[in-house]
Structure formats: structure tokens, C-alpha cells
């Protein structure tokens, strides 16, 4: 269990400097976020470590949160998703999932599902609640969650709205960055 906290711990150290990469490249100030990419990496290579016994799959879904993380943390510095973190998560996914088990169509349709739900709500609301890298992001989570994880994905992350909702209605604050809860829903389905 202590290797896997400390691979976790250098997961989340790669996670900031593939994050720093990209706003060093797309001149934006990055922001310090102090030692919690390496915290949350670390905990969450604990966690699957004990969740799947299996070191293979403790290893990839530890290289999908690394990912995670670094859009993350970019969307948290300056409220964007970049291309390469969601539609390169979305093609790299493919062949993770079916390392991992998951059948193709069921890859391709919670993709398909996850993205539309995303898009859906922009459409009813008829507000730009999500960008289109959010919807991007929900595409590739969704695809990965597979149609058996989707409903918890969708459950957790629209129960993330709702709250961001309400808390940025009280700090009258019009962007707030989506990519952690869509992270955090996501992980649910991985430990639920």
C-alpha cells in the first residue's frame, strides 16, 4: 500500500506539470495550488489500490486520474478545457476502457450519452451553462464510466450543479470550474 501512495504522490507531481505545461504554453499566470495535486494523487492511488487488487488496473485508472487532475487544475486556473485534455482523453480512453473491460459500444454510447446530457442541459435551460469543453470532458468521463457507471456520473455531477448553483448565486459569481465535480462524479463510479 505505501509504494502505491508514493506513486500516487508522483502521479499527482506529473498532473501539475502537465497542467503547468499548458498554461506555461498558453502564456496564462498558473496559479500555486500548494501540495494538493500530490495529496489528491497520492490518496487516490490509496484508494484504488485497495478498491482493485489487481496492479494492471490500479495502474490505469491511476493514469486516467492523472489526466483528470491536470484538466482539472487547468480548468481551475483559468476556467477552460482544453482540446487536448478532452478530446485526446476521449480517443485515449477508447483503448484504456477496453483494457479495463469495457466493451466498445458501451465506451461510444456513454460518451454519446455523457456529452448529450451536458449539451441537453445548455439546450433546456437555455443558458451557457457548460462550455463546450465541459461538454467534451462529460463525453469522455461518460465514455469511461460506461453505461453501467453513467447514471451515478450524471446523478453526481448534475447534484454538483445544483450546488454550484446555489453557491455561486450567493457569491454572485457567473463562471465557477465544472472539470473537479464532473472528477469527483466520475471517481464515484470507480469506488461505488
Known amino acids: 500500500m505505501l509504494i502505491w501512495i508514493f506513486i500516487g504522490t508522483a502521479a499527482g507531481f506529473i498532473a501539475r506539470g502537465l497542467a503547468y505545461a499548458y498554461l506555461t504554453w498558453?502564456?496564462?499566470?498558473?496559479?500555486?495550488?500548494?501540495?494538493?495535486?500530490e495529496i489528491i494523487g497520492g490518496c487516490t492511488a490509496s484508494l484504488l489500490?485497495?478498491?482493485?487488487?489487481?496492479?494492471?488496473?490500479?495502474?490505469?485508472?491511476?493514469?486516467?486520474?492523472?489526466?483528470?487532475?491536470?484538466a482539472c487544475l487547468i480548468d481551475v486556473a483559468i476556467r477552460e478545457l482544453p482540446d487536448i485534455f478532452t478530446l485526446g482523453g476521449l480517443v485515449c480512453g477508447l483503448f484504456l476502457s477496453a483494457i479495463l473491460g469495457v466493451l466498445p459500444e458501451d465506451y461510444i454510447l456513454g460518451a454519446i450519452c455523457g456529452a448529450g446530457a451536458y449539451h441537453l442541459t445548455n439546450i433546456v435551460t437555455k443558458q451557457h451553462v457548460f462550455g463546450s469543453g465541459d461538454v467534451k470532458f462529460a463525453a469522455f468521463l461518460?465514455?469511461?464510466?460506461?453505461?453501467?457507471?453513467?447514471?451515478?456520473?450524471?446523478?453526481?455531477?448534475m447534484g454538483g450543479l445544483m450546488l454550484l448553483i446555489v453557491f455561486s448565486r450567493a457569491e454572485k459569481q457567473k463562471e465557477f470550474p465544472f472539470a473537479p465535480i464532473m472528477g469527483l462524479a466520475y471517481l464515484s463510479t470507480i469506488f461505488l
Open 26 to 37: 498558453r502564456n496564462a499566470r498558473a496559479p500555486h495550488f500548494g501540495l494538493w495535486p
Open 49 to 70: 489500490a485497495w478498491n482493485f487488487r489487481e496492479a494492471a488496473v490500479t495502474g490505469i485508472h491511476l493514469l486516467i486520474c492523472v489526466w483528470l487532475l491536470s
Open 142 to 157: 461518460g465514455g469511461m464510466a460506461g453505461l453501467a457507471g453513467l447514471p451515478l456520473f450524471l446523478a453526481g455531477s
